[in-house]
């Protein structure tokens, strides 16, 4: 069965900063359960992926939007990056069971969170949990090496990165190559350096997933929703041209086009 166990003492809407997996004590989490919550539903699950292991940053990063859209955040303080790929294999083989006992999830809407060597992570995962992944949201890190994507592999795409990223080429490369293969995907560059994207940008993820989500049937459709997120792409691309930026203006329309 699944969330049948009783969840930890965290009251709905407020972030619990360390939660041991019942499943494998050796490993832990930081867990955001949102307003509302259980209300004898199904409710979509990030799983937040730090390479530092720093579970509380992502989790800090996402709370709002998870908040305002209904989602479980379940950030673990075990994945790394530039190292073996076995500890976030781990990490995750640990999460899932977990996950699929204490909290009642939506078996098709888990969503995946990296940065750098995790956004990488995430791509593996992602494929080898085809039809229940629904999305990836990757921050400065693309493909992981020799991964040879393959068009509509059943999940979609929001990645960003930082203007003086070292890696903010290989990013800009990937939206290319995404473009090309005809995967739903977004790409959202943001001041800084290699880190997280930015409270607003996790929240425009979180935000794209929901309109990705009812366009593939995985959850009900919801016209206010769709109109605020319609309002405020256009009133994003009216600005772009207002202020001379008419290329970042067509870029968004084209998106806006392609929601």
Not at 24 to 50: C, E, N
Not at 60 to 88: C, H, K, M, Q
Request: glycine share 10%.
């Amino acid at each position: 069965a699944v969330g049948t166990a009783p969840p930890p003492a965290a009251p709905p809407g407020q972030i619990t900063e360390r939660v041991v997996c019942e499943t494998d004590q050796t490993h832990s989490y930081a867990l955001f359960l949102p307003p509302g919550y259980p209300a004898q539903k199904r409710w979509p699950v990030i799983f937040l992926m730090d390479p530092r292991g720093r579970a509380m940053v992502p989790l800090n990063l996402f709370s709002a939007a998870a908040g305002r859209r209904g989602y479980i955040l379940i950030s673990s303080y075990d994945t790394a990056s530039d190292g073996p790929a076995e500890v976030n294999v781990k990490a995750l083989s640990a999460l899932l069971p977990e996950t699929k006992r204490r909290y009642p999830v939506d078996p098709r809407r888990l969503y995946l969170a990296g940065f750098s060597g995790t956004a990488r992570a995430a791509w593996e995962f992602a494929t080898r949990l085809s039809g229940h992944v629904a999305g990836i949201i990757g921050f400065g890190g693309g493909f992981p090496p020799e991964f040879k994507p393959t068009p509509n592999p059943g999940f979609v795409f929001f990645g960003g990165a930082g203007t003086t990223d070292f890696n903010f080429e290989e990013m800009l490369a990937l939206d290319g190559r995404l473009q090309r293969l005809g995967m739903p995907h977004r790409f959202r560059p943001y001041p800084g350096s290699h880190s997280w994207g930015t409270e607003e940008i996790c929240a425009e993820a979180v935000d794209w997933m929901e309109i990705q989500a009812i366009r593939a049937g995985l959850r009900d459709g919801d016209d206010t929703l769709v109109e605020e997120y319609f309002n405020q792409a256009m009133a994003q691309a009216h600005a772009a041209e207002a202020g001379g930026r008419t290329l970042d203006a067509a870029v968004r329309l084209r998106e806006i086009a392609a929601d």
